[in-house]
T-cell receptor
């Protein structure tokens, strides 16, 4: 079966750095997405990786290693508004998007 | 601003009473999706339309139906809601279904079944 694994919950301090990991086992790979979802709201797109390496976008960066089936989302200079769930999703060989259950990130002052 | 709109944001229905959720988009995207998301779970794809071509997920219950009368609108019909159908229903759009195609989500409709 196809599977996306993320930690259920993480806690970090305002101003700090946090890394949210995602591992995947899918039938084929056509890219990996990270979405942010605030409680009770819709997911919003953060990043897309299809090649190995780091993609940086402001305070957020996303890393991919296809050989390890692994990605992480790095959030720097954490702000209270970053408290949200972060969902990892992988597009498989049939171009289906397989979603993880998300990591709930709690930011403390 | 181009966007994905869902109405209503909150819907209360009774057990077994049909309900329709609506989604509209001003992005002129070819693909529209309906997802069901329960608390702390991954979004579950129910079906999607590529233009007028309807694609049903194998495990989507027959209780769920969809209509897309034109490019801009898509509806989710739940024929006989059960307590287990209480969830957030998310509509999303994309230009296509290729590798880098990003899905854009509406704000969701939270369905409560009494």
């Amino acid at each position: 079966g196809q599977n996306i694994d993320q930690p259920t919950e993480m806690t970090a301090t305002e101003g700090a750095i946090v890394q949210i990991n995602c591992t995947y086992q899918t039938s084929g790979f056509n890219g990996l997405f990270w979405y942010q979802q605030h409680a009770g709201e819709a997911p919003t797109f953060l990043s897309y990786n299809v090649l190995d390496g780091l993609e940086e976008k402001g305070r957020f960066s996303s890393f991919l290693s296809r050989s390890k089936g692994y990605s992480y989302l790095l959030l720097k200079e954490l702000q209270m508004k970053d408290s949200a769930s972060y969902l990892c999703a992988v597009r498989d060989s049939n171009y289906q998007l397989i979603w993880g259950a998300g990591t709930k990130l709690i930011i403390k002052p | 601003d181009a966007m994905v709109i869902q109405n209503p944001r909150y819907q209360v229905t009774q057990f077994g009473k049909p309900v329709t959720l609506s989604c509209s988009q001003t992005l002129n995207h070819n693909v529209m999706y309906w997802y069901q998301q329960k608390s702390s779970q991954a979004p579950k794809l129910l079906f999607h339309y590529y233009d007028k071509d309807f694609n049903n997920e194998a495990d989507t219950p027959d209780n769920f139906q969809s209509r897309r009368p034109n490019t801009s609108f898509c509806f989710l019909d739940i024929r006989s809601p059960g307590l287990g159908d209480a969830a957030m229903y998310l509509c999303a759009t994309s230009t296509g279904t290729g590798g880098a195609e990003t899905q854009y989500f509406g704000p969701g409709t939270r369905l409560l079944v009494l």
